[in-house]
T-cell receptor, first 117, second 115 residues
Framework: NAGVMQNPRHLVRRRGQEARLRCSPM?????VYWYRQLPEEGLKFMVY????????ESGMPKERFSAEFPKEGPSILRIQQVVRGDSAAYFC???????????????FGSGTQLSVL | AQKITQTQPGMFVQEKEAVTLDCTYD???????LFWYKQPSSGEMIFLIY??????QNATEGRYSLNFQKARKSANLVISASQLGDSAMYFC????????????FGSGTRLQVQP
């Protein structure tokens, strides 16, 4: 029973290139969250998606960043024209469909470490 | 808006001893959930324990327990009988009782267990 799968594990890009980060949620999970973690800091929420819908993107930078979760296939976090400040660990988490309450546990992937040269 | 504060950047503990990691929070939500996650050097985020704001009893999961003091808005993690494998970053997080459900994380505490 595979957990949340993220790839690649490490991604190196030069300034101005595009970065694509992939996330496959756990089986049966239809909710995906993306978080960013800078060194020695906590995780910062970026975006929350369900299949084919963006539910909350309040943590996403207004420019260059986009996310999708298509009907088929993994969720993609896309960063266009990367800059050095985009260097961080990007984590994906998934959860089951909402059943109410506050105890919806998120299952995290191992993260993608993006390095911008 | 929610806020999680972890005031201990780093902690040391001797193997087999207990250690408390502090977490305070601020929220205007009437109900909420509190979580602790462990992040070892390998980078993954591992769920440890959950406490609901209306739960009458403090949560326990094996060697982990959550000292929940609602009036003081604190949710400290207690690890009993520390092991070398407990050395890691520990993050406190909160979820709101809204459809958004995204967790808000603290800045973390690095725990080092010494032999």
């Amino acid at each position: 029973n595979a957990g949340v799968m993220q790839n690649p594990r490490h991604l190196v890009r030069r300034r101005g290139q595009e970065a694509r980060l992939r996330c496959s949620p756990m089986k049966g999970h239809s909710h995906v969250y993306w978080y960013r973690q800078l060194p020695e800091e906590g995780l910062k929420f970026m975006v929350y998606l369900q299949k084919e819908n963006i539910i909350d993107e309040s943590g996403m930078p207004k420019e260059r960043f986009s996310a999708e979760f298509p009907k088929e296939g993994p969720s993609i976090l896309r960063i266009q024209q990367v800059v050095r400040g985009d260097s961080a660990a990007y984590f994906c988490a998934s959860s089951q469909p909402k059943t109410g309450g506050t105890n919806e546990k998120l299952f995290f992937g191992s993260g993608t470490q993006l390095s911008v040269l | 808006a929610q806020k999680i504060t972890q005031t201990q950047p780093g902690m040391f503990v001797q193997e087999k001893e207990a250690v408390t990691l502090d977490c305070t929070y601020d929220t205007s939500d009437p109900s909420y959930g509190l979580f602790w996650y462990k992040q070892p050097s390998s980078g993954e985020m591992i769920f440890l324990i959950y406490q609901g704001s209306y739960d009458q009893q403090n949560a326990t999961e094996g060697r982990y327990s959550l000292n929940f003091q609602k009036a003081r808005k604190s949710a400290n993690l207690v690890i009993s009988a520390s092991q070398l494998g407990d050395s890691a970053m520990y993050f406190c997080a909160m979820s709101p009782d809204t459809g958004r459900r995204a967790l808000t994380f603290g800045s973390g505490t690095r725990l080092q267990v010494q032999p």
